[in-house]
């Protein structure tokens, strides 16, 4: 049995492993994207290699192994990533120009990036509005298996070979301990969360964390699902039963934007719309339908994980509560919701 072993460097001072620890019926050759597994997350100083052991913990990513390809299957499904590029392409051009007016080098950092489809993109509007600016990209995303598929995207996009990449395979709050231990001065002139904040125990901090790293003339911008959508209805409606797994605590954008009055932060808010086509979560026996009330109730198995009165009641309340009906097919809607928080 072979155990791979995962090694990034955080900062030049901290060097970080990731072990995957298996669970009962997993085995390490899972492996690329960790199936179920939990990691042993060590930090240790080279100059100190005693501490590795007293400082290990145990750390999820919140967002790994099966649930990867559920989010996959979504984004595919959904045009997710569609409509926030087309987004992106109408707004992101006019805000970088302003950002990016007389400065000589530009900071960009995305926080939860996941495989960076999102990153890669508002990376190329940016170059392509300053191609002679010198770029630095920062990525905090706790996901080794993520990481790694951005890593290789990169490697394989011809407009990014110039931009210079520092991955840091770690959470918000432990990014946010290595800068303050490290007294890190660097500052960020665009930063994104994009459909991230759900995973954290405490968003606000991180955002006024974040928010501190802006540099001026910067924008932080948070993507989240909106306020009203069909997501908040049913996660709001069904929390209890919802909020067990990944998420624990469900947050729309309508919690974000209180949180932002309440720290003072002055923002712009723009409104993605967006429906995906839940027509087959009522046909029995559909394959599709399956998948989409797993992701759609962040289970392994809406079929096992539910009684059938349970079923029932979220079968209801999707069909009249989260889901009009054009021609013929059930629309959920899935908008979201753009803040860009001024610097
Ligand atoms: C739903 S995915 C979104 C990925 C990407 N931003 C996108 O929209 O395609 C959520 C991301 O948040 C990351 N994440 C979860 N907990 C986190 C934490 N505490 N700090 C930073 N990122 C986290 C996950 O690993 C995952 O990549």
Redesign the pocket.
């Known amino acids: 049995m072979t155990l791979e072993f995962h090694c990034t460097a955080a900062s030049p001072s901290c060097v970080h492993f990731e072990l995957p620890v298996m669970q009962p019926g997993h085995s390490p050759t899972d492996h690329p994207l960790f199936a179920g597994s939990v990691y042993q997350r060590a930090h240790f100083h080279p100059a100190k290699p005693k501490e590795l052991l007293m400082a290990t913990t145990t750390v999820q990513?919140?967002?790994?192994g099966d649930y990867v390809q559920r989010?996959q299957f979504f984004?595919q499904h959904s045009g997710?990533?569609t409509v926030?590029r087309e987004f992106m392409d109408k707004v992101l051009p006019g805000e970088f120009a302003r950002i990016g007016e007389g400065k000589s080098d530009l900071n960009f950092l995305?926080?939860?990036?996941?495989?960076?489809?999102?990153?890669s993109h508002m990376l190329n509007i940016l170059q392509s509005k300053f191609p002679t600016t010198q770029i630095d990209a920062h990525i905090?995303?706790?996901?080794i298996a993520?990481i790694e598929n951005f890593k290789a995207s990169v490697a394989k996009s011809p407009n990014l070979q110039k931009v210079p990449f520092a991955w840091n395979a770690?959470?918000?709050?432990?990014?946010e301990k290595q800068v303050k231990d490290t007294k890190d001065t660097k500052r960020f002139d665009f930063m994104?969360?994009?459909?991230?904040l759900?995973?954290?125990?405490d968003y606000a901090a991180?955002i006024k964390f974040f928010h501190s790293l802006l540099r001026e003339k910067g924008r932080l911008m948070i993507?989240h699902e909106a306020a009203g959508s069909s997501w908040a209805t049913l996660w709001s409606t069904f929390a209890k039963d919802l909020c067990t797994k990944?998420v624990t605590k469900y947050i729309s954008a309508a919690d974000v934007k209180g949180k932002l009055d309440k720290l003072g932060l002055k923002y712009e808010e723009h409104s993605i719309p967006n429906t995906m086509d839940i027509t087959e979560c009522f046909v029995e026996g559909s394959k599709l339908g399956a998948m989409l009330l797993d992701f759609m109730t962040d289970q392994d198995s809406f079929q096992k994980a539910y009684s059938p009165e349970m079923r029932a009641k979220i079968l209801d309340l999707l069909r009249d509560k989260c889901s009009t009906e054009k021609n013929g097919r059930r629309l959920f809607d899935c908008s979201l919701t753009c803040f860009l928080i001024q610097a």
Request: negative net charge; contains cysteine.
């Open positions: 990513a919140g967002y790994e989010f984004l997710e990533h926030m995305g926080v939860g990036s996941g495989q960076g489809e999102m990153d905090v995303e706790p996901s993520l770690v959470s918000c709050a432990e990014y994104n969360m994009i459909q991230m759900y995973y954290m125990d991180a993507i990944s």
